[in-house]
């Protein structure tokens, strides 16, 4: 592990920590038990959480239409699928260092360099923060029993709050990403010759970023690739939404009137839970998933606990038996394979 990556580490340990500490002060954690978590685990309807299975493994398959509906030109279905399902089972194992696999996985199968599935991967990442903000926006507006919920439990005010934060930002972003599409020759040479006249290694792989998320947006020229690209993207964060709600479910005394708009609740704070991530772990994302479940939705922290680790469980290790099968097949070593995707981007960016 470089500096970065241990630096980063210690931070997502903090905030961890530190949210675990607040959970474990408050009066309804003081009789806390793991007996308790256990015995509601067995309580569970095992044909929930399978259910819950089969949703998130037909994420995978939106995932892997949406990459070739952004790719350019366009590549086959079944070796994006196996990146895709390659990639997250490295992403499971090794944390966020394995995002780079897919996309180098993706472009040594297609015979193409890196930095065109790099692009993608950029594309990506921005159709899925606006798809989380746009799905969670639509329920806290159009779902009457969240806004009744989120109203009665006090927190409407801070999830609006936080929702009218967050949309102005991805509104600025996608208006930076049309300047950007529009004057993006311009800019580029521009950092180009003032990297010529006083070079900088950190402007060197800003400008590598900027020119490969340019060839994101060149593959975004057709309406039709961007309208199916969106409604992918709405489709997937509903299905993971309706995965996340069937493992709920499964839990039958725990919240009984528990619905989909719900679910899309619980998948907002999941997906910012998971920015504190760590491999074979979790943290933030099992911590924000309890906290969503007992604070916002009343439910009992035992069975919110047991909840809570499921989900994280189907969310990141269901796809984990595939992804293994696939590498066992192929010869794949994980970390060597995360070694050749850095050292390409490395490559590629020199």
Not at 56 to 80: H, K, N
Not at 199 to 210: K, S
Request: aromatic content about 12%; charged content about 15%; glycine content about 10%.
């Amino acid at each position: 592990m470089d500096r970065k990556r241990i630096l980063l580490s210690l931070l997502l340990v903090a905030i961890v920590v530190l949210l675990a500490w607040q959970f474990h002060h408050s009066p309804e954690w003081r009789q806390f038990s793991w007996e308790r978590v256990w015995t509601a685990t067995q309580q569970a309807e095992g044909w929930y959480i399978v259910g819950s299975v089969v949703l998130i493994l037909a994420s995978y398959v939106i995932r892997t239409w949406r990459w070739q509906a952004l790719m350019s030109p366009s590549g086959g279905f079944a070796p994006i699928l196996k990146g895709t399902v390659v990639g997250f089972t490295s992403t499971a194992f090794l944390g966020r260092a394995g995002e780079l696999v897919r996309p180098y996985y993706i472009a040594r199968k297609h015979g193409t360099v890196l930095a065109p599935q790099l692009s993608v991967w950029v594309m990506e990442r921005v159709f899925d923060m606006a798809g989380v903000v746009l799905v969670v926006g639509l329920v806290l507006g159009l779902d009457p029993a969240v806004k009744e919920l989120t109203r009665s439990g006090g927190y409407q005010e801070a999830l609006q709050r936080a929702g009218y934060i967050i949309s102005a930002a991805i509104a600025g972003l996608v208006l930076l990403l049309y300047l950007f599409h529009r004057h993006a020759p311009g800019w580029l040479a521009w950092l180009k010759k003032r990297q010529q006249r006083k070079p900088w290694e950190f402007r060197r792989r800003y400008t590598h970023f900027l020119e490969t998320l340019a060839q994101g947006l060149n593959g975004l020229q057709r309406g039709r690739t961007l309208l199916f690209a969106i409604v992918l993207t709405v489709l997937l964060w509903v299905d993971v939404s309706g995965s996340i709600w069937m493992v709920v479910k499964a839990y039958p005394d725990m919240l009984p009137q528990f619905g989909l708009g719900a679910g899309v609740l619980l998948m907002g704070l999941t997906a910012v839970g998971s920015v504190a991530q760590l491999p074979a772990v979790g943290g933030g994302f099992q911590v924000l998933t309890i906290f969503g479940l007992t604070k916002i939705f009343g439910a009992d922290s035992a069975a919110a606990t047991s909840a809570a680790l499921i989900i994280w469980l189907v969310c990141f290790y269901a796809i984990a038996p595939f992804g293994v099968v696939i590498g066992a097949h192929e010869g794949v070593s994980w970390r060597e394979i995360e070694t050749e995707s850095l050292d390409a981007e490395v490559a590629e960016e020199g």
